[in-house]
């Protein structure tokens, strides 16, 4: 199961802590821009899911990561600024592309982001050979 689901799996494990932290730091309840911090965390986890891996693009999930951690960024420090929550925050939307990028994941097709990529060589076109006399 986590050899074909780890990305997913690091990256829900990554919405449980922007969750759990969103609501048990500071005053202890979910104020808006915790709330768009965990709704880009879930975002998150179902974009990694529902990404396939495809032998050309086998870095997408990780895309999908690293553009919603970057979203993460832009609305925290849009939203509300930067203190020691929100720096605690962007550790953790951090932590998961790390996560995401570090696990492994087989799609649905096949694909493994851990299987090398097969080298491809070029079609050579055949050249007929004269058996005309010099």
Do not use: C, F, H
């Amino acid at each position: 199961m986590i050899r074909k689901y780890g990305k997913a799996l690091a990256a829900v494990v990554g919405a449980a802590l922007t969750v759990a932290y969103g609501a048990l730091s500071g005053d202890q309840r979910i104020e808006s821009d915790e709330a768009v911090q965990i709704a880009i965390a879930a975002a998150t986890a179902v974009g990694v899911y529902l990404v396939p891996l495809t032998p050309q693009y086998r870095w997408a999930k990780t895309a999908v990561a690293v553009l919603l951690s970057v979203l993460q960024v832009l609305a925290t420090v849009i939203l509300g600024g930067l203190d020691s929550n929100e720096w605690i925050a962007l550790l953790l939307a951090a932590l998961t592309v790390l996560g995401v990028g570090a696990a492994p994941a087989v799609s649905d097709n096949g694909t493994s982001n851990s299987t090398p990529r097969q080298p491809t060589t070029p079609s050579t076109p055949s050249t007929p050979s004269s058996s005309q006399p010099a």
